[in-house]
């Protein structure tokens, strides 16, 4: 299973705004020039998270995006859940409506990928926007030691 540029991306941005919690609203562009993404594209995703109430737009010249939860409630499998849909190695063991199979009955190797799932499920769910954010920090200070 791989994730795709859009949940890549739609987790940089919102880790982008959870960096900035707090304070006003942040344009796009702004966005999108930190985290080296086209503002268009970044349109895009925004758009989804948007749609999926894990951020609100204010409008106006001193408009932007901001969360619409505290850091500590946004989790990264909300923002992947947005950008890609439920967790689904195959389609067969996918968290809501796991697709017909005419081996399900039979099959050995899906309780594999019911696993998989699990634990993809256990770690996305364990990580909050806080958390990467702790974590960004602890990297920058490293770095500035080193």
Known sequence: MRLSSR????????????????????????VAERQNVSEHYLEQLIAMLKK????KSVRGAQGGYLLAREPSQ???GDV????????APLYCV???DPGDCD????CITRSVWARVRDGIV???DSITLEDLCREAEE?????GRA
Do not use: W
């Open 94 to 96: 996918s968290e809501e």
């Open 139 to 143: 990297a920058l200070n490293r770095r």
């Open 52 to 55: 999926a109430a894990l951020v």
């Open 7 to 30: 949940g890549h991306y739609g987790l940089k941005a919102m880790l982008d705004l959870a960096q900035n919690f707090g304070e006003k609203p942040i344009p796009l562009k702004r």
């Open 103 to 106: 081996e399900s009955d039979y």
């Open 122 to 124: 256990a770690v996305i």
């Open 80 to 87: 992947f859940r947005a950008m890609e849909g439920p967790v």
């Open 74 to 76: 946004v989790t990264v």
